[in-house]
Nanobody, 125 residues
Framework: QVHLVESGGGLVQAGGSLRLSCADS????????MAWFRQAPGKEREFVAA????????YYADSVKGRFTISRDNAKNTVYLQMNSLKPEDTAVYYC??????????????????WGQGTQVTVAS
C-alpha cells in the first residue's frame, strides 16, 4: 500500500525553481519526521532535507542549504520542498520519506520506514 505520493517534478532551466509535494495518506500525526532524499544516476541515494512533525525544526544537506526549503501543512498532511536556484547537479529522482521513531539526527535513510515512488527533477544547463 502506497502511503506517500510525490508530485511536482519536471524539467527546468538552471537557476529556475520547482516545488515538490508529498501527500501522506495515513492518519494525521502518524509521522515523527518527514524528509526528502534524492538519487542521481549512478550515485547513492542522499539526504536532502527533513523536518520534525511536532516542532517544525528543519535540517538540510550542505549542498542545498540556502536554496531549498522544506515545509509542511499539517492540515493537509503534506510536506513540500521548494527548490530555488536549481543547478544541473540537482538533477535526480527525489523521494519523500517518513519515519515514526525519534532520532537526534534525521539524515539516515535506513531509519525511514515509508517511502514514496519518487519524482524526476531534471535541471538543464
Amino acid at each position: 500500500q502506497v502511503h506517500l505520493v510525490e508530485s511536482g517534478g519536471g524539467l527546468v532551466q538552471a537557476g529556475g525553481s520547482l516545488r515538490l509535494s508529498c501527500a501522506d495518506s495515513r492518519r494525521t500525526g502518524s509521522s515523527y519526521a518527514m524528509a526528502w532524499f534524492r538519487q542521481a544516476p549512478g550515485k547513492e541515494r542522499e539526504f536532502v532535507a527533513a523536518t520534525r512533525s511536532n516542532s517544525g525544526t528543519t535540517y538540510y544537506a550542505d549542498s542545498v542549504k540556502g536554496r531549498f526549503t522544506i515545509s509542511r501543512d499539517n492540515a493537509k498532511n503534506t510536506v513540500y520542498l521548494q527548490m530555488n536556484s536549481l543547478k544541473p547537479e540537482d538533477t535526480a529522482v527525489y523521494y519523500c520519506a517518513s519515519r515514526t521513531s525519534y532520532s537526534s539526527t534525521l539524515y539516515r535513510m535506513e531509519e525511514y520506514a515509508y517511502w514514496g515512488q519518487g519524482t524526476q527533477v531534471t535541471v538543464a544547463s
